[in-house]
């Protein structure tokens, strides 16, 4: 087990992979997915990229991962400035110390890792709309629960995790980092 706690050194090449893989998905998840999903209730792929990197890099490029591609989503959302940073950085963070206790290699067990995860990143939300006084305005008026919507979303993102985890799994050991450069 000693070997699934340390995440192996990324390269820069492979922070800027998944930096790269990071402004993709969110650049679909602004554009195109609402197309797909007008109510906005499809799964979180950004999010989905930073329990990855979480969970299979070393804590200081998942996190730094995380607080940029949580800017760039506070860029795009138009809430409040330096809430998705901060929440990336949680679930980034926890991600990669609950790597030293779990093994997510196979499928069904990263849905439930994921379930955990989104639901944990959107009890967090919720309760920051609640703190700052945010109306939950992103509801359709047939919705009554915010708690439904995170739950739909969770489950979302819990069911398309083990296929973006399979497809990054495919290509991350293209980028190893060098043998002989520093992480």
Request: hydrophobic content about 50%; proline content about 8%; overall charge neutral.
């Amino acid at each position: 087990m000693e070997t699934a706690t340390k995440a192996p050194p990324l390269s820069w090449k492979g922070e800027l992979f998944f930096s790269g893989v990071g402004v993709f998905l969110l650049m679909f998840q602004t554009t195109i997915q609402g197309w797909i999903d007008p109510w906005g209730f499809g799964p979180d792929l950004c999010l989905a990229v930073v329990i990855y990197t979480g969970l299979y890099t070393p804590l200081a490029a998942s996190a730094a991962l995380a607080v940029g591609l949580g800017f760039l989503k506070d860029a795009t959302s138009g809430g409040v400035f330096g809430f998705y940073p901060g929440l990336f950085l949680i679930v980034s963070l926890a991600a990669g110390l609950a790597r030293r206790k779990l093994d997510p290699a196979a499928p069904w067990y990263q849905v439930l890792i994921v379930f955990i995860f989104v639901l944990g990143a959107g009890g967090l939300t919720l309760a920051g709309l609640q703190f700052f006084g945010r109306p939950y305005n992103f509801l359709p008026s047939s919705w009554y629960s915010p708690a439904a919507a995170l739950l739909i979303s969770a489950v979302a993102t819990a069911l398309v995790g083990p296929l973006l985890f399979w497809m990054l799994d495919r290509v991350k050991p293209r980028t190893p980092a060098d043998s002989g450069e520093e992480s």
